[in-house]
């Protein structure tokens, strides 16, 4: 596996960490995609727009990252995990804390994110702060 990968989820958790939207989507793919638990599927673009929306800052701390190449049978894609804890103050200056583990997927070859799969528990902060992605 090279390097890149791993320094592009790198570069996207201090993009999150800073708060820099424009930053975060220019980690993916033009047409890349992520995996909400609580949004579905969307474009990353659409996805880190809305999260600003609901956000006033993030404090990201890395606990660990995992790395991986699928098979050639699989296309070659890599596959990378970030496990960090995740500080983050809502829009109305609520603070939420958790920990996730996003799955980033990277065609092979590629420094840009295909995909990313956000895995975490969603119930104890829906009841903490609601659906926070819900229209005004």
């Known amino acids: 596996m090279t390097q890149q990968p791993i320094d592009t989820v790198r570069t996207y958790l201090g993009h999150l960490h800073a708060s820099n939207t424009d930053g975060l989507i220019a980690c993916f793919e033009p ?22 929306q609901a956000s006033s ?3 990201i701390t890395v606990l660990d990252l995992f790395g991986s190449v699928l098979p050639a049978a ?15 103050t809502l829009n109305d200056g609520r603070e939420v804390t958790f920990t996730c583990v996003d799955v980033f997927t990277f065609d092979a070859g590629s420094a840009l994110i295909r995909d990313m799969n956000i895995v975490y528990d969603t119930h104890p902060l829906r009841e903490e702060v609601g659906d926070k992605y819900a229209p005004d």
């Open 57 to 59: 800052g993030s404090v």
């Open 74 to 88: 699989d296309g070659g894609a890599v596959r990378v995990a970030a496990y960090f804890r995740y500080d983050w």
């Open 31 to 52: 047409d890349g995609v992520v995996h909400s638990p609580f949004l579905g599927t969307m474009r990353a673009s659409d996805f880190f727009k809305k999260l600003a």
